[in-house]
């Protein structure tokens, strides 16, 4: 078979060696070979101290198809990873004729909703990075003022109101839902949560799923809210968070079920040395077992939606929390967000009682007439003052 190219997103070089370094990959990265040579697209040219990690220069690679997959292989499944980056597969191509067919098979159809939206944002990132280089991302950042305290702001509203500090959502449609809110006007919108309470607001930027886009989440930033932005993402690559910084994203969400450790920690090293927070979303046990063991951990949101079925469960948040878990967290000091299925003071309290000091809430506020006094609604009191 013939060799494969392919661009590998730009982590450590030390890191890549030593993962591949377990199939024994070594002896054919000195090897000459048919296929093009396998660069990092992008260097992210950041340096921490003495820390050499994050400013490693890729090495050359040469790698056959069989061999990526391998690797990809096993790292799905030795970390319990549910999402696939990318298709395994390409779709066949039968002609009968003038026609040609395309079949389906489980290599090349999304299992589920997330899965078919991580397929295409590899897609639009690999399009956007063309248009817009990481130099000059970089370039934009020295414009653009310190990132807030993401964090900071979720713990102070926390102790102010003796409630989850709120993340509030500005989404105007999601694939389950479809359309939440026809008269979508993100800036007032983020005003409305910004005086009805919020400590933090969420903004969707996915545009063909969600109808979101980064330029709302700049215009909000301009428009003078003071509130920390959390860049609500499908994270696939490092150069998106870069993105998310220069339109004033001062947190950003990373998905366990789509990302595997190694990317996970090389995120969080890039977005604190941007001054970014990083919001990392598990779904069940084996997840949250994973981020609880990497360094640098500040922040754990639990998503009560099965990835699947959609059907969400606020008993998710209890079972999480619970035990060896929910001790490990209060020793590690970490902040908790219950997201998902939200929609009462009952419900903020099942959560709270469970551990949760933060809540990020999207649907249950948008689609009323007026968000900002939907955050009383939803928490049994003004929570402004």
């Given at each position: 078979m013939e060799g494969l190219c392919l661009t590998l997103q730009p982590l450590p070089?030390?890191?890549?060696?030593?993962?591949?370094?377990?199939?024994?990959?070594?002896?054919?990265?000195?090897?000459?070979?048919?296929?093009?040579?396998?660069?990092?697209?992008?260097?992210?040219?950041?340096?921490?101290?003495?820390?050499?990690?994050?400013?490693?220069?890729?090495?050359?690679?040469?790698?056959?198809?069989?061999?990526?997959?391998?690797?990809?292989?096993?790292?799905?499944?030795?970390?319990?990873?549910?999402?696939?980056?990318?298709?395994?597969?390409?779709?066949?191509?039968?002609?009968?004729?003038?026609?040609?067919?395309?079949?389906?098979?489980?290599?090349?159809?999304?299992?589920?909703?997330?899965?078919?939206?991580?397929?295409?944002?590899?897609?639009?990132?690999?399009?956007?990075?063309?248009?817009?280089?990481?130099?000059?991302?970089?370039?934009?950042?020295?414009?653009?003022?310190?990132?807030?305290?993401?964090?900071?702001?979720?713990?102070?509203?926390?102790?102010?109101?003796?409630?989850?500090?709120?993340?509030?959502?500005?989404?105007?449609?999601?694939?389950?839902?479809?359309?939440?809110?026809?008269?979508?006007?993100?800036?007032?919108?983020?005003?409305?949560?910004?005086?009805?309470?919020?400590?933090?607001?969420?903004?969707?930027?996915?545009?063909?799923?969600?109808?979101?886009?980064?330029?709302?989440?700049?215009?909000?930033?301009?428009?003078?809210?003071?509130?920390?932005?959390?860049?609500?993402?499908?994270?696939?690559?490092?150069?998106?968070?870069?993105?998310?910084?220069?339109?004033?994203?001062?947190?950003?969400?990373?998905?366990?079920?789509?990302?595997?450790?190694?990317?996970?920690?090389?995120?969080?090293?890039?977005?604190?040395?941007?001054?970014?927070?990083?919001?990392?979303?598990?779904?069940?046990?084996?997840?949250?077992?994973?981020?609880?063991?990497?360094?640098?951990?500040?922040?754990?949101?639990?998503?009560?939606?099965?990835?699947?079925?959609?059907?969400?469960?606020?008993?998710?948040?209890?079972?999480?929390?619970?035990?060896?878990?929910?001790?490990?967290?209060?020793?590690?000091?970490?902040?908790?967000?219950?997201?998902?299925?939200?929609?009462?003071?009952?419900?903020?309290?099942?959560?709270?009682?469970?551990?949760?000091?933060?809540?990020?809430?999207?649907?249950?506020?948008?689609?009323?007439?007026?968000?900002?006094?939907?955050?009383?609604?939803?928490?049994?009191?003004?929570?402004?003052?």
């Open positions: 070089s030390s890191a890549i060696q030593r993962r591949l370094s377990t199939f024994n990959f070594h002896n054919r990265l000195t090897k000459p070979s048919s296929c093009a040579p396998l660069r990092a697209h992008q260097k992210s040219g950041i340096t921490e101290g003495s820390d050499s990690a994050l400013e490693g220069k890729v090495s050359d690679l040469k790698i056959s198809e069989q061999e990526v997959n391998i690797y990809q292989n096993e790292v799905v499944e030795s970390q319990g990873i549910k999402i696939r980056r990318r298709p395994p597969t390409g779709p066949p191509l039968h002609y009968v004729g003038p026609f040609e067919f395309r079949l389906q098979n489980e290599g090349n159809t999304p299992r589920n909703i997330l899965e078919e939206i991580v397929w295409h944002k590899d897609k639009e990132v690999s399009q956007m990075k063309e248009r817009k280089p990481l130099y000059t991302l970089k370039k934009a950042l020295d414009n653009v003022p310190p990132a807030q305290d993401f964090i900071g702001a979720l713990r102070s509203a926390h102790q102010r109101t003796g409630l989850p500090g709120l993340i509030a959502e500005v989404k105007k449609a999601s694939p389950s839902r479809g359309i939440l809110r026809e008269d979508f006007n993100p800036v007032e919108i983020a005003q409305a949560y910004e005086k009805g309470g919020a400590a933090c607001l969420s903004v969707l930027t996915d545009e063909k799923y969600f109808k979101g886009s980064y330029e709302n989440l700049q215009a909000i930033r301009e428009a003078g809210v003071k509130c920390p932005l959390l860049l609500k993402e499908f994270i696939v690559e490092a150069w998106q968070i870069y993105y998310g910084r220069s339109k004033g994203a001062d947190a950003v969400l990373l998905i366990a079920s789509v990302l595997p450790d190694l990317d996970i920690k090389y995120m969080i090293k890039i977005c604190k040395i941007l001054g970014m927070a990083t919001l990392v979303e598990v779904h069940d046990e084996r997840e949250m077992d994973r981020v609880l063991a990497i360094e640098g951990v500040d922040l754990i949101g639990i998503n009560n939606r099965n990835l699947e079925t959609f059907e969400v469960d606020l008993g998710i948040t209890k079972k999480l929390l619970e035990g060896e878990r929910g001790e490990l967290i209060r020793q590690k000091d970490i902040l908790v967000v219950g997201e998902s299925g939200l929609f009462t003071p009952e419900d903020i309290a099942f959560v709270q009682e469970a551990g949760v000091k933060a809540v990020l809430v999207g649907e249950s506020l948008i689609k009323q007439s007026d968000p900002g006094k939907a955050i009383s609604t939803l928490f049994g009191r003004d929570i402004s003052e």
